[in-house]
């Protein structure tokens, strides 16, 4: 696979978020800020990049009966690593966090491109592929909470952006089913732009 491919799937045609729906729990949960999303798309990436590199480097040497367990224990290392300089250098971001940065050890996306992917291809391509991974899921999750944010609190970056008090925020959007609504509208927006780029192509053909 060419770099280019590999790194732009992940943004593109295999998003976690908006294509591939995995690790779906924290994007509900944490996506009422765009500071919250910022944090955890940031500490995601770091671990999805890490640990796939480390596994690239070391697939060779796991025995096939244990990569599994392996592979768990070289991403909860990593993640102790982030939680812990979180703690200590983001505090007010990791309190907002909360249990949902030492959950990215069971997260499928960090998991499912270390057997997907990293335990079959060099570091580079490993390095490139969670990337790729990492901003998509990072751009995913800040565009969901950037919409939440807006209408549920009426600021973003914790920034007022409605003059003269001209939309009202609607609380629905900061609590649990907001989650669900803005998630299923912007899936169905994205679909929706699918199927016109594919009636286009059939169209020209």
Do not use: W
Not at 56 to 79: C, D, F, M, Q, W
Not at 96 to 110: D, H, M, R, T, W
């Amino acid at each position: 696979m060419k770099t280019k491919q590999n790194f732009l799937k992940g943004i593109f045609s295999e998003n976690p978020v908006f294509v591939l729906m995995l690790g779906m729990c924290p994007v509900l949960a944490i996506t009422t800020s765009i500071m919250n999303a910022l944090g955890m798309g940031v500490a995601f990436t770091i671990v999805l990049i890490m640990s796939n590199v480390i596994i690239s480097l070391i697939r060779k040497l796991i025995p096939n009966e244990v990569r599994i367990p392996a592979y768990i224990v070289v991403i909860a290392t990593l993640v102790t690593i982030v939680d812990m300089l979180m703690h200590a250098f983001t505090f007010s971001i990791y309190e907002s966090l909360g249990i949902f940065i030492p959950l990215i050890v069971v997260n499928c996306v960090v998991l499912g491109r270390a057997e997907a992917f990293a335990s079959k291809n060099n570091v580079f391509a490993s390095f490139i592929d969670a990337l790729g991974m990492g901003i998509g899921y990072t751009l995913a999750i800040t565009i969901l909470s950037a919409i939440r944010e807006f209408f549920g609190a009426g600021t973003l970056l914790g920034y007022d952006v409605t003059p003269l008090n001209l939309i009202q925020p609607a609380t629905i959007f900061i609590i649990a089913p907001g989650a669900f609504i803005t998630l299923g509208l912007l899936l169905g927006g994205i679909n929706a732009l699918k199927n016109a780029r594919t009636k286009s192509a059939e169209v020209k053909e």
